[in-house]
């Protein structure tokens, strides 16, 4: 969704990427549905290998980021109740 967002509102390039080939199906299907297969790549890439980003970019929009989560403190406690700090 945030690629085709980025495209309509003016991208004159967008390489969209998910590291489920049944996401990019998916979402290669919305791009040419949406008349923005010239603006609009779609690659199947699960971030954090050796290479990162393909090519010099201006921006980069994540959507479903997910990282991992802070540490836990040795003693299990934690200012927010869950054992993680901070």
Do not use: Q, Y
């Not at 699960?46 to 201006?58: C, N, Q, S, T």
């Not at 003693?75 to 109740?81: I, L, V």
């Amino acid at each position: 969704m945030v690629s085709l967002v980025a495209a309509r509102c003016g991208a004159a390039a967008v390489l969209a990427t998910d590291g489920d080939e049944a996401v990019c199906e998916t979402l290669r299907e919305n791009v040419e549905s949406n008349g923005l297969a010239g603006c609009v790549r779609v690659e199947r890439r699960r971030w954090g290998g050796a290479r990162e980003v393909p090519e010099r970019v201006d921006v980069v929009v994540g959507a479903d980021v997910v990282g991992s989560p802070p540490p836990r403190r040795r003693d299990g406690g934690g200012a927010n109740g869950w054992g993680w700090m901070g």
